[in-house]
């Protein structure tokens, strides 16, 4: 039997349906660099978030920390596929890389040609004065006056801290005599992606399908050793123009320096390559490497437009060995380096306080309009 409060209640709610019912199909906001709630691009731009955690080494305390950042929809692929690869067989490629491709040993390519570094003479010499060795076993390269890039795992397992990093993180320098000068660190971030994203054998599904494209961290020391050391600025390894250009992908030369468990403890080795394949997250090589060298920074000459030259920058984090997916025109196995794409530089520029510089150095790629004109140009 419907009431008279029956009644009253049914015209309230129609005459707010009535009231709502203009703003169901008004148009979203405008405004340059701005996405819809389902992260669509709009103006040629597309919303990304990043979000990370710091670790306090002195309090013992985590913080969750995350912003938002505008990029051209151009650099932002949201599948992980290499670009030496056929059209067929996607569909199984996730299945693949949880099976097989998991961070693993790195590898001797045939005739070992890693050159070691006399620590008396060139080893104190720029760059490779600017080289750390990583008090988990891993190396790393200073990128600011205070600031270690490294890899994540060499901190962070997917699941947990790594105990040793939370008690006494330490990052040391060889001296002339070979031995370590170890500091301190005051704090490290790790993104949250590398956290989240999906291990073989993982129950739970993630949108971040491969665990080493976010194979990068950061450390912060308590001392400007950079001063006196010198160091390598972060810079772009990224697909663009809808993945039909590279900077500093496929082709490119790649150096790094490391501390391999494989040779003396009291010694620095160098190694040059040449990028062989990559994908949107990762540069894939066939330079040696061992267990220690994980966390080494892949840098390369990159020219600076604003400054009329070329200058080292370090383009990718060096953090393991894997298959090929078997849809890959190139089949092989090779080491890999997670890449500093447009979003993991801007985030690790973030993390030293640098994103203004990095911003204006790479605006060619980060600004919408210049990218389209680049890409137009490029394919006229």
Same mark, same amino acid.
């Given at each position: 039997?419907?009431?008279?409060?029956?009644?009253?209640?049914?015209?309230?709610?129609?005459?707010?349906?009535?009231?709502?019912?203009?703003?169901?199909?008004?148009?979203?906001?405008?405004?340059?660099?701005?996405?819809?709630?389902?992260?669509?691009?709009?103006?040629?731009?597309?919303?990304?978030?990043?979000?990370?955690?710091?670790?306090?080494?002195?309090?013992?305390?985590?913080?969750?920390?995350?912003?938002?950042?505008?990029?051209?929809?151009?650099?932002?692929?949201?599948?992980?596929?290499?670009?030496?690869?056929?059209?067929?067989?996607?569909?199984?490629?996730?299945?693949?890389?949880?099976?097989?491709?998991?961070?693993?040993?790195?590898?001797?390519?045939?005739?070992?040609?890693?050159?070691?570094?006399?620590?008396?003479?060139?080893?104190?010499?720029?760059?490779?004065?600017?080289?750390?060795?990583?008090?988990?076993?891993?190396?790393?390269?200073?990128?600011?006056?205070?600031?270690?890039?490294?890899?994540?795992?060499?901190?962070?397992?997917?699941?947990?801290?790594?105990?040793?990093?939370?008690?006494?993180?330490? +990052? @040391?320098?060889?001296?002339? /005599?070979?031995?370590? #000068?170890?500091?301190?660190?005051? *704090?490290?971030? !790790?993104?949250?992606?590398?956290?989240?994203?999906?291990?073989?054998?993982?129950?739970?599904?993630?949108?971040?399908?491969?665990?080493?494209?976010?194979?990068?961290?950061?450390?912060?020391?308590?001392?400007?050793?950079?001063?006196?050391?010198?160091?390598?600025?972060?810079?772009?390894?990224?697909?663009?123009?809808?993945?039909?250009?590279?900077?500093?992908?496929?082709?490119?030369?790649?150096?790094?320096?490391?501390?391999?468990?494989?040779?003396?403890?009291?010694?620095?080795?160098?190694?040059?390559?040449?990028?062989?394949?990559?994908?949107?997250?990762?540069?894939?090589?066939?330079?040696?490497?061992?267990?220690?060298?994980?966390? +080494? @920074?892949?840098?390369?000459? /990159?020219?600076?437009? #604003?400054?009329?030259?070329?200058? *080292?920058?370090? !383009?990718?984090?060096?953090?393991?060995?894997?298959?090929?997916?078997?849809?890959?025109?190139?089949?092989?196995?090779?080491?890999?380096?997670?890449?500093?794409?447009?979003?993991?530089?801007?985030?690790?520029?973030?993390?030293?306080?640098?994103?203004?510089?990095?911003?204006?150095?790479?605006?060619?790629?980060?600004?919408?309009?210049?990218?389209?004109?680049?890409?137009?140009?490029?394919?006229?």
């Amino acid at each position: 039997m419907i009431t008279r409060n029956h009644a009253f209640a049914a015209v309230a709610w129609l005459a707010l349906l009535l009231l709502l019912l203009p703003y169901s199909f008004a148009a979203p906001p405008s405004g340059k660099h701005k996405s819809d709630v389902r992260g669509e691009a709009t103006n040629g731009y597309h919303q990304h978030t990043l979000s990370w955690d710091t670790y306090s080494v002195a309090t013992g305390k985590t913080e969750s920390s995350s912003a938002t950042i505008a990029l051209p929809y151009g650099l932002v692929r949201h599948r992980h596929e290499l670009i030496h690869a056929s059209a067929a067989g996607w569909a199984s490629e996730w299945q693949q890389l949880q099976e097989s491709q998991r961070l693993s040993k790195r590898l001797i390519f045939g005739a070992d040609d890693r050159v070691r570094v006399d620590p008396a003479t060139d080893g104190q010499k720029f760059p490779f004065s600017a080289v750390v060795r990583v008090s988990t076993g891993c190396s790393g390269l200073l990128v600011s006056e205070r600031h270690v890039l490294t890899a994540a795992h060499c901190l962070h397992d997917g699941s947990n801290f790594i105990p040793s990093a939370l008690l006494f993180l330490r +990052a @040391g320098f060889i001296e002339k /005599d070979g031995r370590t #000068n170890w500091h301190f660190a005051k *704090r490290f971030f !790790v993104s949250s992606y590398w956290k989240n994203a999906t291990r073989s054998g993982s129950a739970n599904q993630h949108q971040y399908q491969n665990w080493d494209d976010y194979d990068f961290a950061v450390i912060e020391l308590g001392d400007d050793l950079g001063k006196s050391r010198g160091f390598i600025k972060p810079g772009m390894s990224s697909l663009f123009c809808d993945n039909r250009q590279s900077l500093q992908g496929a082709g490119s030369t790649m150096q790094y320096v490391s501390f391999p468990d494989d040779k003396s403890r009291e010694s620095l080795w160098y190694t040059e390559t040449n990028v062989t394949t990559e994908s949107p997250q990762l540069l894939y090589f066939t330079g040696d490497a061992w267990h220690g060298s994980s966390g +080494a @920074g892949l840098y390369a000459w /990159d020219y600076d437009r #604003n400054a009329g030259k070329y200058e *080292r920058r370090v !383009v990718a984090v060096l953090s393991g060995n894997r298959n090929t997916e078997s849809t890959a025109s190139i089949q092989g196995n090779f080491n890999v380096g997670a890449r500093l794409t447009a979003a993991n530089l801007l985030q690790v520029c973030r993390w030293i306080g640098t994103e203004g510089e990095c911003t204006e150095r790479y605006s060619q790629y980060l600004d919408a309009q210049q990218l389209a004109k680049l890409c137009k140009e490029e394919y006229m």
